[in-house]
């Protein structure tokens, strides 16, 4: 059973433009979430975290919501440019062991039409 | 700072064959974790070493082991490969693996199992 989910494959913005990447998770004991970005051919690349604790965080044109109760969370990218056509995945990881491996799911395909 | 590295890049094996993959953190790195990603699995989390013990495992058959060095290099080893073992395998280190601490994603090795 996947506990975190990305519903949409993929998502096509204009450039300029908002993009907002959509994800579910089931699992309550979640406790920190993350965004990574990858290029064909390369491995993930670390955009931006929140802690549950939180239900915002910025950084540049990134910023993450999220919403606890709905078991939401969400990525805005404003405004959006050529570069950011790419893989977006969603992951989280919960606190309670400290070093378990982060559950991700299985991405949207952002692209950026000019 | 030089990145996550693996080798080799590419691989192919047949059936039945065993094989290694190497990964060397980005320096001062101590947690590396290991993952799987497949078109119909998408990432998933295999284990996680820290101070050259196994802290965590995902849902993953015994053929499927690692280990992790005193410079903290680590190996995955996977035996009797079967067909579906063809995936990308990403190696990703951190600081101590804490829960919020980044984890970096090398390139990834590419392994083909005829």
């Known amino acids: 059973d996947q506990q975190v989910k990305q519903n949409s494959p993929s998502l096509s913005v204009q450039e300029g433009r908002i993009s907002i990447l959509n994800c579910d998770y089931t699992n309550s004991m979640f406790d920190y979430f993350l965004w990574y970005k990858k290029y064909p051919a390369e491995g993930p690349t670390f955009l931006i975290s929140i802690s549950s604790i939180k239900d915002k965080n910025e950084d540049g044109r990134f910023t993450v919501f999220l919403n606890k109760s709905a078991k939401h969370l969400s990525l805005h990218i404003v405004p959006s440019q050529p570069g950011d056509s790419a893989v977006y995945f969603c992951?989280?990881?919960w606190g309670g062991g400290g070093a378990d491996g982060l559950t991700f799911g299985k991405g949207t395909h952002l692209i950026i039409q000019p | 700072k030089a990145g996550v590295t693996q080798t080799p890049r590419y691989l192919i094996k047949t059936r039945g064959q065993q094989v290694t993959l190497s990964c060397s953190p980005i320096?001062?790195?101590?947690?590396v974790s290991w993952y799987q990603q497949t078109p119909g699995q998408g990432l998933q989390f295999l284990f996680e070493?820290?101070?050259?013990?196994?802290?965590n495992k995902g849902n993953f058959p015994g053929r499927f082991s690692g280990r992790q060095f005193s410079n903290s290099r680590s190996e995955m080893n996977v035996s009797t490969l079967e067909l579906g073992d063809s995936a990308l395998y990403l190696c990703?280190?951190?600081?101590?693996?804490?829960?919020?601490?980044?984890?970096?994603f090398g390139p990834g090795t590419r392994l083909t199992v005829l």
């Open positions: 990703a280190s951190s600081l101590f693996g804490g829960l919020a601490d980044t984890q970096y």
């Open positions: 992951a989280a990881r």
């Open positions: 070493y820290f101070s050259e013990t196994q802290r």
């Open positions: 320096s001062g790195h101590r947690s």
